[in-house]
């Protein structure tokens, strides 16, 4: 209750502004019981990313397991990456990076290491499953998991932060998650023993 009271407060107000007590009272807890819990404003701030990411790493290893064709299954990771990244409460935290970052650095560094690497880490994991499963071939998961989530969500990301555009509906990801799934596994699929040898007589 805390965290989405967080949420809320920060989205409103941006990090400087935003009122301890008012979480507290959005919380339906005292500001003393706040406090105990959680020292300050800055702990508040990494609490409440950590605690968005830990359901989101949750979502995406659970995606891992299923036994779907990897076409299909990358699609659905993809769109779960989407969800976080274009998350109607997560994109403000963004635009209070960039706004804010300048005077409080260390939410930048938490972000960063939070949100973004996390981002990253999961779907990297998500990659090496299925290279372990044979399902495809690469030599760096962490920097085609990066590639990966750049080609599918930047662009958009990008958009909607500088008010290009509004947030993208389901379809259009949909459509977007297709495209580059496709484009990504003909560039590391695992070719066949055939594959191999006439590849290398050629």
Request: glycine share 6%; with cysteine; aromatic share 6%.
């Amino acid at each position: 209750m805390i965290y989405q009271a967080a949420r809320q407060e920060f989205a409103k107000r941006g990090f400087a502004a935003a009122n301890i007590a008012d979480v507290a009272s959005r919380a339906g807890v005292s500001t003393k019981t706040l406090y105990r819990l959680i020292p300050n404003k800055m702990a508040l701030f990494e609490g409440m990313v950590t605690e968005r990411m830990d359901r989101f790493v949750s979502t995406v290893n659970l995606g891992a397991c299923d036994g779907r064709d990897i076409e299909a299954a990358l699609q659905s990771a993809l769109l779960i990456c989407a969800e976080l990244v274009l998350d109607v409460e997560v994109i403000p935290f963004q635009r209070i990076i960039l706004a804010e970052s300048d005077k409080f650095p260390g939410i930048a560094e938490t972000f960063h290491e939070k949100a973004m690497q996390r981002t990253v880490s999961a779907l990297a994991a998500w990659l090496l499953i299925q290279q372990k499963r044979g399902r495809i071939v690469l030599d760096d998961v962490a920097g085609a998991a990066g590639m990966l989530l750049g080609m599918f969500v930047f662009q958009p990301q990008r958009d909607v932060l500088f008010g290009h555009k509004p947030l993208p509906q389901r379809e259009e990801l949909e459509a977007r998650a297709r495209a580059c799934a496709a484009l990504f596994l003909k560039g590391c699929a695992a070719r066949n023993d055939k594959n191999r040898k006439q590849s290398g007589d050629a």
